[in-house]
């Protein structure tokens, strides 16, 4: 099994960077998952890690390292918009070789004026 | 629109009280999932089917039952359910139960049990 942990609230000003940081604990790592999910709505897709190293999407950035057991979200240029819950996900190999991810908490973000 | 529509959106019942949740798919994939999300926990993963046949069952209470009748339609049967039910339950579907595994989910239906 997976023991995930984030940050279960953050705030940020518009127009400013936030870091949303996610560390795990797994055996067959097989992928790192960030969705975003806002109020009321169903979690989307943000970005998808196996390799070390950052992937870079626009406004937004996921970083990734095996060896320790983390991850990040980069928020950039923050905007109103942004305010939601981010969640990490990690993917290994599971009973019968199926490969479904386990979800942490989440993180909640406020972004103000 | 996510591709995934699940119906209710909102549904209270009490105890004694039976009720499905019905999720549907228009994008071609061959898993669907079933989540619980409750409030400052994490998702929790309930049922996983693959073309139709369960392959996970994370030792779900009986009270909920699922049903997959083909690869476009997921249902969640709700009997004597207990109010620590209430809760967001999520449907999610990918193209298949491993592999790249991105997981399209539904707005929830919010469950309130009295």
């Known amino acids: 099994g997976q023991n995930i942990d984030q940050p279960t609230e953050m705030t940020a000003t518009e127009g400013a960077i936030v870091q949303i940081n996610c560390t795990y604990q797994?055996?067959?790592?097989?992928?790192l998952f960030w969705y975003q999910q806002h109020a009321g709505e169903a979690p989307t897709f943000l970005s998808y890690n196996v390799l070390d190293g950052l992937e870079e999407k626009g406004r937004f950035s996921s970083f990734l390292s095996r060896s320790k057991g983390y991850s990040y979200l980069l928020l950039k240029e923050l905007q109103m918009k942004d305010s939601a819950s981010y969640l990490c996900a990690v993917r290994d190999e599971g009973s019968g070789g199926s490969y479904i991810p386990t979800f942490g908490r989440g993180t909640s973000l406020i972004v103000h004026p | 629109e996510t591709g995934v529509t699940q119906t209710p959106r909102h549904l209270v019942m009490g105890m004694t009280n039976k009720k499905s949740l019905k999720c549907e798919q228009h994008l071609g994939h061959n898993a669907m999932y079933w989540y619980k999300q409750s409030a400052k926990k994490p998702l929790e993963l309930m049922f996983v089917?693959?073309?139709?046949?369960?392959?996970e069952n994370n030792s779900v209470p009986s009270r909920f039952s699922p049903e997959c009748p083909n690869s476009s339609h997921l249902f969640l049967h709700l009997h004597t359910l207990q109010p620590e039910d209430s809760a967001l339950y999520l449907c999610a579907s990918s193209q298949d139960s491993s592999g790249a595994n991105v997981l399209t989910f539904g707005a929830g239906s919010r469950l309130t049990v009295l």
């Open positions: 089917y693959s073309l139709e046949e369960r392959v």
């Open positions: 797994t055996s067959g790592f097989n992928g």
